[in-house]
């Protein structure tokens, strides 16, 4: 697999996201149907920069975490990200992650809600949004769009995250 790509597999027609990660590249992801066929998604639409702001011990292997990101969407329009999630560990270093969040143009006037599911696997992840919104605006096209994510912590425990709209 070339280090700059990573493949993503979908198993019978399941809304269940596996991904197979080979390097940390962000300007192509092969999306493999499974019917012999192969789609380049292209540049990533959100490319943002964050951090874990509190995190909370919930029960036996379970942290729950609340995040906050800035990043732009399409190239142009500046966001900010805030949310949470829950993470279970798995163990060998494997987490699994489910969580909810708002995006909000850095101006104010408009939001969209998202819900995320990710595996990680020490300081990369990768995962799935789905987002909605009633903006009329320029988070319009957000309405009910599913998106694949590849991210990764630094050692500072902040994070980078590209995400591809999957069509």
Request: hydrophobic share 30%; glycine share 14%.
């Amino acid at each position: 697999m070339n280090k700059d790509t990573f493949t993503v597999s979908i198993t019978a027609g399941i809304a269940v996201v596996l991904l197979l990660f080979g390097g940390t590249g962000t300007n192509t992801i092969r999306f493999n149907t499974g019917y012999a066929q192969t789609e380049t998604l292209g540049a990533p639409i959100f490319v943002e920069k964050g951090s874990d702001s509190i995190k909370r011990d919930i029960g036996p292997n379970t942290t729950q975490y609340t995040f906050t990101s800035n990043g732009t969407l399409n190239g142009n329009l500046e966001y900010n990200k805030k949310g949470q999630y829950v993470s279970i560990s798995k163990g060998n270093n494997v987490t699994f992650d489910q969580g909810k969040g708002v995006i909000t143009t850095k101006d104010g006037s408009e939001t969209a809600n998202y819900t995320f599911i990710e595996v990680g696997n020490g300081t990369d992840y990768q995962g799935a949004s789905v987002y909605s919104t009633n903006s009329t605006g320029k988070l319009s096209f957000l309405n009910n769009i599913v998106v694949i994510f590849k991210g990764g912590y630094d050692e500072s425990g902040n994070y980078a995250l590209h995400q591809w709209r999957w069509k």
